[in-house]
């Protein structure tokens, strides 16, 4: 049976293929946001220990808590630490149960989302932090947004901006040092001799199982181009990087989906359609647009890019039951003792965003996953 899927699979005309960070997973590479954040160990002391502010609040004066606070945070603002990382930080570890060790640590894009999402009184964390900063000299809470506030204080020499426009516009410059510094790490990982032995053993292993006797291009969510090789038909498949590339000096980008978001709204200068738009990615892909099936393997198919995937299936004019084209959803069970938790984890996640779909196209009707698989255009394929 697994064979004779493989066999279909293989047989795919004109296929387009779709990795994420599971790719590089499964090549063994430490490129996950976790992987990322765990190598900051001393900027991670620093900030626990700032952590630890909660637990002497009513133990200690406000005056020695203020200056324990103002030394930690001297020292982040030395190494030029992004706001951003603060807030990934506090975020996580609220996240994570307190007899947990191990902070669990956040994905970047849903978190940045619950960033700018709107409270019952229609102000979003970034709008609460921008409050502080005009009554910084007001000390009420000693909280995650005042912590905050003050290091932003101190970054820009106490200067105060103007109007939330402009404090979002810092935002996003602080975002894009956050870019670059994840980039360096990247770097690091994929440029060191002995892991790249590695990864490219297992990514050879990768792409005979990925490659179908027919693919022509190959849309990537990681920033290096493991894929740029001959096809089976012997001629080079188009690679293009979603959220940029390490190897054109490119600017990696991070951002968040653009639905319930307008053009006018602080936080759109965040959305991936306007982070792409303005490097002409989404031009490209449609440019190149000429697929009949599509393979997705290693993306946790994450709301942040359903935008994405919505404009795919678009293209590949998924709903029309007179249409040929076939979507793969790829899969690897990494752990064999997590196995009914990967299998469960995935089943969801390829529910959701086809259901989102539907909803997507005004479909009440929630049937296209039984209707794609009666079909034989929805396969689930274990690597």
């Known amino acids: 049976m697994i064979e004779e899927k493989y066999s279909r699979i293989y047989r795919l005309t004109k296929t387009k293929l779709v990795i994420g960070n599971g790719a590089d997973l499964y090549c063994k590479m430490k490129t996950s946001y976790k992987d990322y954040f765990l190598s900051k160990t001393e900027i991670n002391s620093i900030l626990k220990n700032i952590i630890q502010l909660e637990y002497l609040s009513g133990r200690s004066d406000k005056n020695t808590i203020i200056d324990f606070l103002n030394e930690k ?12 990382y603060l807030f990934f930080y ?14 669990k640590w956040c994905d970047i894009e849903s978190s940045m989302k619950k960033s700018f999402s709107k409270n019952r009184l229609d102000d979003s964390f970034w ?24 290091y932003i204080m101190k970054k820009g020499k106490y200067s105060i901006y103007s109007s939330e426009s402009e404090f979002y516009d810092y935002l996003l410059l602080e975002l894009k040092k956050f870019e670059t510094n994840f980039s360096s790490y990247l770097n690091y990982i994929y440029y060191d001799n002995e892991k790249r032995n590695t990864y490219n053993f297992y990514k050879n292993e990768l792409i005979s199982k990925l490659l179908t006797q027919n693919t022509i291009s190959i849309d990537t969510f990681n920033y290096t181009s493991p894929f740029l090789i001959n096809s089976l038909n012997n001629h080079k498949v188009t690679c293009w990087h979603i959220n940029g590339s390490l190897e054109k000096d490119d600017e990696i980008i991070f951002g968040i989906d653009v639905d319930g978001i307008n053009p006018d709204d602080n936080e759109y200068i965040f959305t991936k359609t306007c982070r792409r738009m303005l490097r002409n990615i989404n031009l490209k892909i449609i440019k190149d647009f000429q697929c009949e099936s599509v393979i997705i393997f290693g993306h946790s198919l994450n709301k942040q890019d359903y935008s994405y995937f919505f404009s795919l299936f678009d293209n590949l004019d998924l709903i029309n039951p007179l249409s040929k084209s076939v979507v793969v959803f790829a899969y690897n069970i990494y752990d064999t003792n997590k196995k009914d938790n990967i299998l469960k984890d995935f089943r969801v996640n390829v529910t959701n965003l086809m259901n989102s779909y539907c909803k997507y196209l005004g479909k009440d009707n929630l049937t296209l996953i039984d209707t794609l698989s009666f079909q034989g255009r929805m396969i689930l394929y274990e690597i």
């Not at 945070?73 to 951003?84: I, T």
């Not at 709008?127 to 900063?133: K, N, P, R, T």
Request: net charge negative; proline share 0%; charged share 30%.
């Open 127 to 150: 709008d609460d932090v921008f409050m502080e900063l005009k009554s910084l000299n007001s000390i009420d809470n000693i909280d995650n947004k005042y912590i905050i506030a003050t």
């Open 73 to 84: 945070l001297e020292q982040l603002v030395n190494k030029d630490v992004s706001v951003w």
């Open 90 to 103: 506090f975020d996580s570890y609220i996240n994570s149960k307190i007899e947990d060790e191990e902070i």
